[in-house]
């Protein structure tokens, strides 16, 4: 299946959501780009940006995504705004508030969903997000 944009797979979850053939929290969309809340928040902000056409990981990307890579990034400060998880400083240039931006790319990236997507995963701690595996 086309959309107007590009591939859609058929047996993809996030195609799916982007379809609105499945449903979720849906917090942002444009012609491009849809963002949802993670149904498994790991922090009290969870969001997933994804493109609205198929790409099934980072590595996938080329120099001609850096458009459509860089939308989904700086989506994040506008994401995080909304959310209350913004970067603010004080009048003493103390930093708070604050957020991770995150793709999972390949078993080895920990990556469970084969479609592009940016974790914007934030809100006041405690949270914890492993970046690592180890051993
Ligand atoms: P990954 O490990 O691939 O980087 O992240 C996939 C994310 O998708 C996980 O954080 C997981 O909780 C989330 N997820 C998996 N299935 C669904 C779903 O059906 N709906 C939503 N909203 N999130 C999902
Ligand atoms: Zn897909």
Redesign the pocket.
Known sequence: MLSHLGAVVDNC?FCK?AQKQ?P??IVYEDEELMV?????P?APVHL?VIPKTHISTLSDCTAGHAPLLGRMLALAPRLAEEHGCAVTFNDDGEPSGGYKTLV?SGPDG????YHL?L?VIGGPHPWKVEVARHG
Request: hydrophobic share 40%; charged share 20%; net charge neutral.
């Open positions: 979850l959501i499945i979720s929290s949802f809340k993670d149904i498994r790991a997933l999972n920990g990556q469970e969903i997507h974790h």
